[in-house]
């Protein structure tokens, strides 16, 4: 078992201090989800301090750790290198902390989300979406939503991520769209 308090003082030693309030937002939100729906305190706090444990590397390092792990990138994490770090961090998260399947899966999709995600994976994406720190037009919405029910603030944070993206003219990875629309899909 990983000791959280020190990955919390390794958190605060190694990244900047805006990344790492970030960091320690996204770990308080997500504890509070697990207890409002029912996941593992700990494997969701874990979770959540290593999800971007791999963000502050620059394209060179990450390219390296692809390499070192033979991770190979498909075309949308080729051409959005922002979309990297979720991969190399899951990585990371297994060679050298130990996590297993499920928490590296929730590390893995922080960022582009995938359809029939599990529990952990949603409480990472949306503490990742709403952590204190955030600021953008409609964050209270999702914020609220995730209060009531989870997956309608997946299906709030998913919209507004796709039509930023759009707006940006820039690439959608499958995996976001195959989220939006399985969850979509459940209402019909
Ligand atoms: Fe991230
Ligand atoms: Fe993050």
Do not use: W
Not at 16 to 26: D, N, P, T, V
Not at 125 to 153: C, H, Q
Request: net charge positive; charged share 30%; hydrophobic share 40%.
């Amino acid at each position: 078992m990983i000791d959280i308090d020190i990955l919390r003082k390794q958190i605060r030693k190694s990244f900047s201090k805006k990344r790492a309030e970030h960091i320690f937002g996204c770990e308080k939100t997500a504890a509070l989800l697990a207890a409002k729906y029912g996941g593992d305190k700990y494997t969701v706090r874990l979770c959540a301090l290593l999800h971007d444990i791999t963000k502050e590397k620059n394209h060179e390092e990450q390219l390296k750790l692809c390499k070192e792990y033979g991770i190979i990138l498909d075309n949308a994490e080729l051409y959005v290198p922002e979309l990297i770090h979720a991969v190399t961090g899951a990585h990371v998260a297994l060679h050298i902390y130990g996590v297993g399947l499920r928490e590296f899966d929730a590390i893995r999709y922080h960022t582009t989300g995938r359809a029939n995600m599990t529990m952990l994976e949603k409480i990472i994406y949306i503490s990742d979406s709403i952590e204190p720190e955030r600021s953008y037009d409609g964050v209270d919405d999702i914020r609220k939503a995730a209060m009531k029910d989870l997956d309608e603030a997946m299906r709030l944070a998913l919209d507004r991520s796709i039509l930023f993206l759009i707006k940006k003219k820039k690439i959608i990875h499958t995996d976001t769209i195959g989220a939006r629309n399985y969850l979509y899909e459940k209402c019909l």
